[in-house]
């Protein structure tokens, strides 16, 4: 297990490397010392890149199957140490250890999805025949590795995150340089580790920890660095865009997700789903359910229920299994909600429960009647609050839906098939889900959104088209 003192190191170019100057990680929940982390130098990054750009010729070369056995590997390596994962992102990130357990699962998912689509990678015969002049011709496409992909991810699943850039990337032959988020370095220095074992190539994939200025911007405006895939905020992801060049972009950015629930809908058996929804890993999930809008024939059951619902909650140690939310990922955001939920209180809205903190934890709390201008309502809270709204109708609802900056998932819980097909057409998300809150994901599903929620697709045969470049071959049997 990680000491408390540890000092971890730079992985460049298949070697772990001192850095010239280090900054202690502290625990989100405990305020204690975890570890010491590398600060990576303009010349690091300069390293990891010039390896990455080094190595890419070995892995486009590397047989399909090869690299699938590589990232077979890894998945049995992360099965062997799942506890161990685990408790790194519950430490770090203050996760609950049995969300934390959930994560790691997912992560054996994604990279063996990624293992599976290394050897799924193909192109198409085009009939040139079909225009005139094209006779005589057999033609097909492609598709080939872009080269150096640069990964920027965000603290909240510290390990299935990185996966669904590493998996891709490596999967299609590409090398990557990373860059985790500063507070959850240590699963990302994990996964390496476990590469390392599975024999990827030097060079391959490197991680360098430090400033989004020093080690981000850089990454961002290397010409030797053809992608950049980042999660994370659509401030920060405007701004990768606007430097980026011609570098191709994906960007997963930010959501505030909305559920409809129709009239006729059995309010009792869908509270205890909008619960996780609402308050899984505190609300610092993209997908978070934010905003409840409830018919508002259903809407006194469904506050009531919802309410006594939220108070079962356990609230304490990540390392607790019992433990349903813990700390806020800084102090800065707890104050920052606290804020917001003045603000809403403020405007005339109702805090039915929790807007109370109890050291870095916000208490699980629902928000009533909030207008659709305040903070909590239009931007991402990020945080364990959930508004309940009542409505008139499906239409008003779907209306309140897209009326936001955002569209990553929505959801719509009706009996109604006629309301359903509405609902799916109408609301302007990257996902709709019927009958679910938006709040899920497995992770071969095209992932992404619409407006500031960012644009391209994770999932990983989506991010795989991403990540190659499409080639055309044309053989002329005419010489």
Known sequence: MHTTTEKKKLYINGEWVEAEAYSELLSPYSGEVLAEIPLATERDVKRAIA???????????????????????VVSLLQQRAEEAATIIAKEAAKPITTAKGEVARTIQTYKFAAEEAKRIHGETIPLDAAPGGEHRVAFTVREPIGVIGAITPFNFPLNLVAHKLGPAIASGNTVVLKPASQTPLSAYFIAELFEQSGLPKGALNVVTGSGKTVGDQIVTDPRISMVTFTGSPEV?????????????????????????????????????????????????????????????????????FIAAVKQLNVGDPLDPSTDVSALISAKDVERSLDWIEEAKQGGATVAVGGERQGNILLPTVILDAAPTMKVSCQEVFAPIVLINQVPSV?????????????????????????????????????????????????????????????????????????????LIIFNRNR
């Open 51 to 73: 390896a990455a750009y080094e190595a890419r010729r070995t892995m486009a070369k590397m047989p399909a199957h090869e690299r699938a056995a590589i990232l077979e590997r």
């Open 395 to 471: 239409d008003e609802a779907i209306e309140l839906v897209n009326d936001s900056r955002y569209g990553l998932q929505a959801g719509i819980y009706t009996d109604n098939v006629h309301t359903a097909w509405e609902a799916a057409e109408k609301l302007h998300v990257g996902g709709v889900l019927i009958n679910d809150i938006p709040t899920f994901r497995v992770d071969h599903m095209p992932y992404g959104g619409v407006k500031e929620s960012g644009f391209g697709r994770e999932g990983i045969r989506y991010a795989i088209e991403e990540m190659t470049e499409l080639k």
């Open 237 to 305: 992801g405007i701004g990768i865009r606007n430097k980026a060049g011609l570098k191709r972009v994906t960007l997963e950015l930010g959501s505030n997700s909305a559920v409809i629930i129709d009239e006729q809908v059995d309010v009792e058996r869908i509270i205890p789903r909008c619960v996780v929804g609402a308050f899984s890993f505190q609300g610092q999930v993209c997908i978070s359910l934010q905003r409840i809008y409830v018919h508002e024939k259903r809407y006194k059951e469904f506050v009531e229920k």
